[in-house]
């Protein structure tokens, strides 16, 4: 059974702006890494401003919509600029790897008790 749930969070995302306006003021953005195209409600002022941005890379803050473990929609509170400084960061998998030796098949709950001291 798929999960039908939809939830409302605050979130930021970067990725390229692939669509700008249409019926409504908002544009498509395609996340970096990959996945489907997020439709990002915005006043039609900020939608006109990106005008000259399609096809750049972009950041947006806002209240996303998850449905299906999936977010398909965002309310654009603030755009921000793409920088080099801005990448998201991605798991280390070297550091996962270690971390995984030194807990074993503990659990992280188990291993923070541990460390921490049973209670």
Known sequence: MKDKR?????TTIYGDIIMIGGKSPNIHIEPL????????DMDKSEVEKLGHMLYKRIGIN???TKEGGKIV???VQRILN??????IKFIDIDKANNLKKTIG???MAEYLKDIRGRR
């Open 105 to 107: 098949d503990r659990t």
């Open 33 to 40: 890494g990959g996945g489907k195209l997020i439709v990002c």
């Open 73 to 75: 929609r965002m309310k």
């Open 82 to 87: 793409y920088s080099q400084d801005s990448k």
């Open 62 to 64: 806002g209240i996303a």
């Open 6 to 10: 939809t939830i409302n969070f605050v």
